[in-house]
């Protein structure tokens, strides 16, 4: 049975927030990101233009190199034991020389 989920996915200083049901596979968690970064984007949205197979979505910040593949697209969510309700995914972009980024999120400073 299909459960609908929460997930945040952080890139840089970015946190997406976004719904998924668990039987949805990865490949449709990239389509809607890839929509919401366009439209967010405005009048640069043709710079921001990342297709599906510009992402990589890893479910820990340790550390993966460009060559880990993340999360394979033809998996579903439930198909991740890991990906639960309010769960941190880490996504990547290649740039436009087809390097892809390392994960580089931002997290404040806590005040004291």
Known sequence: MSE???IRVKRQKQ???ISMETSE???TMKQ???KIMSSSAGSTAASLD???YDMKIFASEDAPT???DGLPDVAAIADHPSIKNDSVLYLVLRDRGGSWEAIDVFE???SE
Do not use: K
């Open 66 to 68: 460009a060559s880990e």
């Open 32 to 34: 809607t990101l890839s």
């Open 50 to 52: 990342y297709g599906t």
């Open 108 to 110: 404040p400073e806590e």
């Open 4 to 6: 609908s989920i929460c």
């Open 25 to 27: 596979r990865i490949s």
């Open 15 to 17: 946190t997406y927030f």
